[in-house]
C-alpha cells in the first residue's frame, strides 16, 4: 500500500468515525498532535495506537512539537517542563561543553517521554538565527544569534533525541530568524542580501544538512525570489535548500493552513507539491481542509518515496537511560544560569 505525501492532525482525544475512515481511505504517511490531543499518558497512547491502525501502518511516524519553554505540547501534570533553547545558549557562554550537555540530556529525557507514548519524531531542533528587531515567534526558543553556535547546540539536540530513539526534525529550513512577523498570522518578507543571509542564517543549517527530516519557513526572502515564501519556492527548494544547505532528506512544508500563505488550502497544497517540497503538513484537525488536502497531494513516489523510507530506517532503538539521575545532572547544569 502507497502512502500520500501528507502528514495530519485529528480533532481531539480519540478518532471519531469520519477521521478514522479519512486515514483508511487516504492513507497519510504520518501523524502530528497537539494540546488538544492529549490529556494523559494512556489516553495519548491509546490515540497513537489508534493512528497508527486505521493507517495499516505499525511504523507510522507521529510527530509532536515537543522543544521545552513555550512549545511544549506535553507538560504539567503528566510531564516535566523542560527549559527553552536560550537556557543553552546562556550555559555555553559560561562553558560550551556545560551547554551542550544541557542541551543533550533534555532533548535524551524529552524522548524518553515520547517513546513512553509512542511518538517517534520530534519537530526539534531549531537552527534559527534571530537578530534584533525580529519577531518574538522565534525568541527564546533559538539557541543563539551566532550560526556556528546556534549549529553546535542543535547537533547535540539532535543527538538527544535520536539516542532516545526519536528522529529529529530540522526547523525552520532555511531561517526563520530575520522574520518581522509570525507566519501564522501573516506572511513575513526578509530583505536582507544574499551574501548576508548565506553567511548567517543559511551558514548554520549547512552543518546539519544530514539531517532526516527538515521544515521549511513560510518567509520571503526577496533577494532569492520577491514572491514566494520559501514553502512554496522551487527557486529557494532548489537552489539553497537543496543546494548551498545542501540538505538531502525528507523536506516538509510548516503547516499549510497558516495565515502566511496565500489561497485556498486546495491551492496551498498544490503550490507546496510543485515547489519541491516531499511531504504536505495540515496541523489543525478540520476534516474539509484534510480531504482538500488529501486530493491535490500524490502518492509517494520517486525520490520522495526514497526519502520517506531512508527516514523510517534511521530511528535507533532508544539507548539506557535512567531518568532520575539525567533529570538531576540537567538541573544542576541550570543551575549555574538560573533556568532549572
Not at 525580529?134 to 535520536?162: F, H, M, Q, S
Request: include cysteine; aromatic fraction near 4%; glycine fraction near 8%.
Amino acid at each position: 500500500m502507497t502512502n500520500r505525501a501528507f502528514i495530519t492532525g485529528v480533532s481531539g482525544l480519540i478518532l471519531n468515525d469520519a477521521e478514522r475512515e479519512f486515514i483508511r481511505a487516504e492513507r497519510p504517511w504520518g501523524f502530528i498532535l497537539f494540546k488538544r490531543n492529549i490529556e494523559s499518558p494512556a489516553q495519548v497512547a491509546a490515540l497513537v495506537g489508534e493512528l497508527r491502525s486505521a493507517a495499516g501502518m505499525a511504523d507510522a511516524p507521529v510527530l509532536i512539537d515537543q522543544e521545552g519553554g513555550r512549545v511544549q505540547r506535553l507538560g504539567p501534570p503528566h510531564w516535566p517542563v523542560y527549559p527553552p533553547g536560550a537556557s543553552f545558549s546562556a550555559l555555553y557562554d559560561l562553558d560550551p561543553k556545560l551547554g551542550l550537555s544541557a542541551a543533550r540530556l533534555s532533548s535524551r529525557l524529552i524522548a524518553a517521554d515520547l517513546i513512553d507514548l509512542g511518538i517517534t519524531v520530534d519537530c526539534l531542533p531549531l537552527a534559527d538565527v534571530p537578530v534584533a528587531g525580529a519577531d518574538a515567534v522565534i525568541g527564546n526558543r533559538a539557541y543563539g544569534t551566532e550560526p556556528g553556535k546556534v549549529a553546535a547546540i542543535a547537533r547535540a539536540v539532535t543527538e538527544g533525541l535520536e539516542q532516545g530513539g526519536v528522529l529529529p526534525v530540522l526547523k525552520h529550513i532555511p531561517g526563520h530568524g530575520r522574520a518581522t512577523a509570525d507566519s501564522h498570522f501573516r506572511l513575513p518578507t526578509v530583505d536582507t542580501a544574499k551574501s548576508e543571509l548565506e553567511r548567517s542564517d543559511f551558514a548554520a543549517f549547512q552543518p546539519l544538512a544530514d539531517l532526516p527530516i527538515a521544515m521549511t519557513a513560510h518567509v520571503v526572502f526577496s533577494a532569492l525570489d520577491p514572491v514566494h515564501p520559501a514553502t512554496t519556492s522551487a527557486t529557494i527548494i532548489e537552489q539553497v535548500i537543496r543546494g548551498l544547505i545542501g540538505f538531502q532528506g525528507l523536506l516538509m512544508s510548516d503547516d499549510v493552513s497558516m495565515n502566511a500563505l496565500a489561497g485556498s488550502i486546495a491551492e496551498r497544497t498544490r503550490a507546496i507539491v510543485s515547489a519541491g517540497c516531499d511531504m504536505v503538513l495540515h496541523c489543525n484537525g478540520n476534516i474539509d481542509e484534510m480531504r482538500d488536502v488529501a486530493r491535490e497531494t500524490p502518492e509517494l513516489t520517486g525520490k520522495a518515496l526514497e526519502r520517506a523510507k531512508a527516514t523510517l530506517a534511521a530511528r535507533r532503538p532508544p539507548q539506557p537511560l535512567d531518568r532520575q539521575v539525567a533529570r538531576a545532572e540537567l538541573d544542576a547544569l541550570l543551575d549555574r544560569v538560573g533556568t532549572a
